[in-house]
């Protein structure tokens, strides 16, 4: 197995050159994240994936989570590499103070959770989506509800779920039956089915913090009746809950991590807490799911991060063939043959982009944090694209990872399709990139006429000196405007491909900023000149090639839905 | 599970209007392939691929061969599954009359092929294989191998294999060490170790015929000291040659396919007699690989068939949400989704494509079999075409079906991520598709100075009126003229997305051409009107969607390796 190596130079110069963290620890609120320690948090982590994480990715594929009448045992290994994580105090650094948290950067938190996804994303799962139970409790938990779970959920003592999707309400939410009465004493009976719950059980965790969505007596139809529950494992006094795991799902991959079907009140008697008003069950799901699908975004930068390194170090070691422009010069390592060199430079641009793309709008979470004007606007637009982006250059790079090990490749033991399988989830959960895409040219575009979207390409149009760029600015700009005016149908249809140019433009834009630095430090004799010198290279080539790739998007985007319903649903079955 | 429905009629559709069926078995040659048995042969594969080998994919997923002490036990079914195909004589279609076959054109054996595939991959791999040895004996062995093969490999009552890859031997066949001594009766004692053998053992049938590259003594180096062997498991006295299989794979998917590490002579007793001349193995090789490519292609479209019917079936019984343009409507099927429609019409569109790509090669191997002028140069540019693009496109389409089925996509049950996994190694074997870029640019392009290529262009300018099409047609021109000139390496930095340009030129414009035949057909009231009018929405929204999308990729080719060794190998992989 190839070792892993968390790429923390890369990571740190894209904090100090995407993200401008030095803008953000400048704030009274964050000046305790002092150069030094992000460095000391950024190496802590990077030790803790490297060495505990990442040998057991392979152990948590082949010896997945088993369930026995209710109870999951985790692969081996996994009870320790967890305790690991909670007495380094893993999961504490952007929670609040108040909580036993440090009250650090968002960024930070983020830079942390890429080593150790990329280490090992199906083990990454559970505390992520503890982090979305701590950031709804924050938002919307009663003081009562805060003081009793958010302690133990953000040291990662308990961990957290989210329970949203049952058989017939998948990405229609609000079509979800589960249901909530009251008891009289300020506690709920909680009752139904949830399906795809990640980390519903497991062993690793004294308790298991259930967030649930459900409806209350009476409540109206679709999104506007639901409601958020807190629904613990095990009870204030101990006792447990009516809450279980009714089995596991057997999957493509990411197999370390358990996905539950949870069954709530069996025996009429599942207690649960509301958080939040009753019928903003919506509301506080979107805190959950914002900060979800920029941490989905990110599990695609750790995919492409993880089978980078790894068939960058095949390429290197695997010797085939003489270069065809010197075929007397005897077999060389494949990596000097120019379309494997291309792969690689392909899956180390794009690996960057998405990281740039990824950061950039945690870094906006910051700053909206602190109350900076335009950032939450900003956020919320960059949302969508590092969700669905992200996860689109996941997959591409992961297969492209297979493909640079050529019949190794398909060899399960080589790893390499671990990650082409791991990273496959990542377009679907926390809403499709259908989803995303819809978000995008709806609440995101339509929503304010696109001004944020020409507020994003203003932006980018002043800092770009790139032809490419420029002209995919103009392509996007006119697009924009054909959009904002368009049918529902057309707008839809132009969705994924729309996203995919904007996503280019903003990957694009950051990495040309990056490369700026870059050429600055080198030429000032600044900063270690060979991370400097691969970084120009996998820029130039990003806007050499990537970028006018996305402008042939252009004519499927003003196309539209055309024709797109020439035939009845029957017809095109046919 | 979903049932599976070769596509008969879209498949008899692209034989009459891509490949020009008619012409072919206007040959005296071919006269037996009369448009009934044409049909015939078409309804009875469907029959069996449907009813017999599509319920076993799964079965043969889950239940992979089991090897013990050199035995291979196929999967539960399989035997009888094979036994009903040997009796079927579908292994009969395209070989010589001369040894049981019933000399029908290759195009035939095609649609035969395509729909036993798309039923179950793993298990098509033998027979495809077979088909392979059959080719290099009619090809290439003596008369007395020919008479004491060829009958039981046609018949499928023996199978045949291709022994190429050695661990330091995959893209570089020339660096293999396995060698052969002369016995000093005619036979030789072959002695060597192969890797990744598709079916080198198994349970199917009575004997199993190696064909294997080994290097005689004083041999030269590389691939010109490279001869063919026949290998047979048992002695034509009946007695076992001392050819065992080591080992097999576990692997990403296909694991109804056993992959075998064989070992040949390790008592020095492994016998085996030439096939051809003594050096001639690359030539030999060749005849088995040019046919394997073209099946190999084939077998993108047949999981891209598949994926799509499967998803097709979910994105209809699925309900999930109103459509936005009419949310008081009530939750419609998923295929009544913009986002969701145009991916169903994306994979069914590059389904078709990529079938009348592979189909059309295919009709060239019939004409060049003809000695019809100019075919057989076209097939040769074709081949790399269909091998890389098909599988390109295979895999896109599979990782487009497991999307349409959201999280139940990811669910292995549901059989969407099998296709997903199978698809994966088709773009890697028998040559990865970097290989058929380099092949493109080099032997195919260069080799001749661009003149079939501008055949090629020329082709597509007489006969497409779209516009999209004709200005990718003068890219492929301009950027043909720069390659021709280019050096080594801008010209291989290049070849992956010229490849792509160039098949999607050749796909649009077999398209287009089945949309005016049934436009045509529409507009007289002949045929089936639901097949045309779909037919042409597919042809319409590639023309729209996907011949863009290519030109998107002009300005990558023109780049070539620009930058590509900036950086040295290490800096790279810093």
């Given at each position: 197995m190839v070792t892993f190596r968390p790429p923390?130079?890369?990571?740190?110069f894209v904090l100090d050159h995407v993200v401008r963290l030095a803008e953000i620890t400048s704030q009274d609120q964050?000046?305790?994240?002092?150069?030094?320690?992000?460095?000391?948090?950024?190496?802590?982590?990077?030790?803790?994936?490297?060495?505990?994480w990442a040998p057991l990715n392979r152990v948590g594929d082949t010896n997945p989570p088993r369930w026995n009448d209710t109870v999951v045992t985790m692969p081996p290994g996994f009870r320790e590499a967890y305790r690991t994580y909670v007495e380094g105090g893993w999961g504490t650094i952007a929670a609040p103070s108040a909580f036993e948290g440090q009250g650090l950067p968002s960024t930070l938190a983020f830079g942390v959770a890429e080593s150790l996804g990329a280490a090992n994303l199906g083990f990454s799962l559970g505390p992520m989506l503890t982090q979305g139970a701590i950031e709804a409790l924050v938002k919307h938990g009663s003081p009562e509800l805060q003081a009793a779970y958010l302690p133990k959920l953000v040291t990662g003592e308990w961990t957290g779920t989210m329970n949203l999707t049952e058989p017939n309400a998948g990405s229609d939410v609000g079509a979800l039956r589960s249901s909530a009465t009251p008891a009289g004493d300020g506690s709920w009976r909680v009752k139904?089915?949830?399906?795809?719950?990640?980390?519903?059980?497991?062993?690793?965790?004294?308790?298991?913090?259930?967030?649930?969505l459900a409806r209350t007596p009476d409540a109206p139809a679709g999104t506007r009746g639901i409601s958020l529950f807190l629904v613990p494992k095990f009870l204030p006094d101990g006792s447990r809950n009516d809450v279980h795991c009714a089995s596991i799902e057997h999957k493509l991959g990411i197999h370390a991590s358990p996905t539950c079907v949870m069954s709530f009140g069996d025996?009429?008697?599942?207690?649960?807490w509301l958080i939040g008003p009753e019928f903003g069950g919506m509301r506080?799901?979107?805190?959950?799911?914002?900060?979800?699908?920029?941490?989905?975004?990110?599990?695609?930068?750790?995919?492409?991060?993880?089978?980078?390194?790894?068939?960058?170090?095949?390429?290197?070691?695997?010797?085939?063939?003489?270069?065809?422009?010197?075929?007397?010069?005897?077999?060389?390592?494949?990596?000097?043959?120019?379309?494997?060199?291309?792969?690689?430079?392909?899956?180390?641009?794009?690996?960057q982009a998405i990281r740039s793309l990824v950061?950039?709008?945690?870094?906006?979470?910051?700053?909206?944090?602190?109350?900076?004007?335009?950032?939450?606007?900003?956020?919320?637009?960059?949302?969508?694209?590092?969700?669905?982006?992200?996860?689109?250059?996941?997959?591409?790079?992961?297969?492209?990872?297979?493909?640079?090990?050529?019949g190794m490749g398909f060899i399960e033991e080589t790893g390499a399709a671990q990650h082409y399988r791991d990273v496959r989830i990542t377009p679907i959960y926390e809403g499709t990139n259908g989803i995303q895409a819809a978000d995008l040219v709806g609440r995101k575009l339509v929503g304010d006429e696109g001004a944020q979207m020409h507020a994003l390409i203003a932006d980018v149009r002043s800092e770009t000196k790139n032809a490419g760029l420029l002209a995919l600015t103009d392509q996007i700009s006119t697009l924009t405007g054909v959009?904002?005016?368009?049918?529902?149908?057309?707008?839809?249809?132009?969705?994924?491909?729309?996203?995919?140019?904007?996503?280019?433009?903003?990957?694009?834009?950051?990495?040309?900023?990056?490369?700026?630095?870059?050429a600055g430090l080198l030429a000032n004799g600044e900063g270690d000149s060979a991370f400097l010198k691969a970084k120009l290279a996998t820029v130039n080539w990003y806007l050499a090639h990537i970028v006018p790739e996305a402008s042939g998007l252009a004519a499927s985007v003003a196309e539209g839905g055309k024709g797109l319903y020439d035939l009845t649903a029957e017809e095109l079955a046919a």
């Open positions: 923390v130079a890369e990571q740190r964050f000046a305790a994240a002092e150069s030094d320690m992000v460095e000391a948090i950024l190496d802590g982590a990077a030790s803790l994936a490297a060495n505990e139904g089915n949830k399906i795809f719950i990640t980390f519903g059980e497991h062993d690793l965790a004294e308790n298991i913090i259930h967030l649930v025996n009429d008697d599942c207690r649960g506080a799901m979107f805190t959950m799911m914002n900060n979800a699908r920029l941490n989905v975004g990110l599990q695609g930068v750790q995919i492409a991060e993880r089978a980078t390194q790894q068939a960058v170090a095949y390429a290197l070691e695997r010797v085939q063939s003489p270069r065809a422009s010197n075929p007397e010069g005897g077999p060389v390592a494949i990596i000097e043959h120019p379309d494997v060199r291309r792969m690689i430079l392909r899956m180390k641009a794009q690996t950061y950039a709008a945690a870094g906006e979470l910051d700053r909206a944090h602190l109350g900076i004007e335009g950032a939450k606007q900003r956020l919320d637009l960059l949302t969508p694209l590092a969700k669905a982006h992200g996860t689109d250059v996941g997959c591409e790079v992961a297969s492209l990872g297979v493909q640079v090990h050529g959009l904002v005016k368009a049918s529902t149908d057309d707008r839809l249809a132009a969705s994924a491909p729309y996203l995919t140019m904007v996503s280019v433009m903003t990957c694009g834009w950051l990495l040309e900023r990056q490369g700026t630095a870059a």
